[in-house]
């Protein structure tokens, strides 16, 4: 079955073709972070109206590629939480009009579970169980992915995602946003070692995680070194804050292994782009014995392919939606929707 896809909680509206969750017929994205380095970060409002300008024409765009017509489409999936809430609004209800005028099924998709699905697109061979490292802009979170539709929450950031942090010290540091990237050629820069950065520990819940004293660690160091005037080693810091992201994220992604038995993990979202992190998981998994899925680069940020990837399985497993559903700014991944219908 062809499904047409949908994207739009963050700062990229993007739209695509995927058959049968594995095989991309087409994969557009229309990225607004351009417009959004003028501010530092991303403007919900401004981001809300850029999807509304392109995303009718992004549909377009999406079945031309993949020489589709119309009446090929089986379904319609969109992200329906968690995001920016007018942000996600602008897609969901753009699906609900395409999936309503096609006259398909509307399949609603939780924005992370579809970040683990970019694994089923760059591995035709992965399969659940595994444990997913899900890591972007707006969450952080260690899942049990016990079945393509099933999945348990073992750990999760207690306040900053990692993809926040990243974005937040790397403009302390004069880079651009957003600033995963930037950060990550800075930090290549130099072997780090320099700086001392707390690696905050959550008492009783030794899975979750918090990167809030970590970012205003950064901001401090960097102010204090403008109050007196001290040059700030800045490849250093790049290097030293990776270094204590990555020391944050994959002990406990091990220790998720270690308890729950799985031996195959699978990276996702932008934050898994990260060379330094993604070196120390092939290290990590490499010793313990575990299987690492990393997706390309291509497949780590927000784009329309991987909604389409789950999608389709949420359509087998039933959950499909009715007009009525709402989009969320929150949304556990946890929770299925009910079986044939919304909420
Ligand atoms: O998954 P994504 O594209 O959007 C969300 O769903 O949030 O993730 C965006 C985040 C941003 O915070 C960005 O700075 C970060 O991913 N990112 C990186 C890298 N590339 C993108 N963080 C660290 N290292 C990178 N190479």
Redesign the pocket.
């Known amino acids: 079955m062809k499904i047409l896809a949908f994207e739009s909680?963050?700062?990229?509206t993007a739209a695509a073709v995927v058959e049968d969750g594995r095989r991309v017929l087409s994969d557009v994205i229309a990225s607004q972070a351009d417009m959004h380095a003028l501010y530092g970060g991303v403007v919900p409002e401004i981001a809300s109206r850029k999807h509304v300008e392109v995303i009718a024409a992004l549909a377009e765009q999406a079945l031309e590629q993949a020489g589709c017509a119309r009446s090929d489409i089986g379904a319609v999936a969109a992200s329906y939480a968690p995001?920016l809430i007018g942000a996600v609004l602008v897609g969901w209800s753009f699906a609900k009009s395409a999936a309503f005028g096609l006259g398909v099924p509307l399949i609603p998709v939780h924005?992370?579970r579809g970040?683990i699905a970019a694994g089923y697109l760059a591995f035709p061979e992965l399969e659940p169980p595994f444990l997913a490292l899900a890591?972007?802009?707006?969450?952080t979170l260690i899942v049990d992915v016990r079945d393509y539709t099933d999945m348990a929450v073992l750990g999760s950031t207690r306040d900053d995602?990692?993809?926040?942090?990243?974005?937040k010290a790397?403009r302390v540091l004069g880079l651009p946003?957003?600033?995963?990237?930037p950060?990550?050629?800075l930090a290549r820069q130099s072997e780090g070692g320099v700086y001392a950065l707390p690696h905050a520990q959550v008492d009783g819940a030794p899975l979750d995680m918090s990167f809030s004293g970590l970012k205003t660690a950064v901001v401090n160091l960097a102010h204090h070194a403008a109050q007196v005037g001290e040059e700030l080693d800045r490849a250093a810091l790049a290097r030293d804050f990776?270094r204590a992201?990555s020391d944050t994220l994959v002990p406990r992604t091990m220790e998720a292994a270690r308890r729950t038995g799985r031996r195959t993990i699978v990276a996702?979202?932008?934050?898994?782009?990260?060379?330094?992190?993604r070196a120390d998981l092939e290290r990590t998994c490499r010793e313990a014995g575990c299987r690492l899925y990393l997706p390309p680069?291509s497949l780590?940020?927000?784009n329309g392919a991987m909604i389409g990837a789950q999608g389709y399985y949420e359509y087998l497993a039933g959950h499909t939606a009715g007009m009525e559903l709402n989009a969320y700014a929150t949304r556990d991944i946890s929770s299925p929707l009910p079986s044939g219908g919304a909420e």
């Open positions: 909680t963050c700062d990229e995001g924005h992370i970040h890591i972007s802009g707006g969450n995602a990692a993809g926040e942090c990243f974005d790397a946003y957003p600033g995963g990237r950060m990550d050629e990776t992201v996702a979202g932008g934050v898994a782009a990260n060379s330094f992190l680069l780590c940020g927000d």
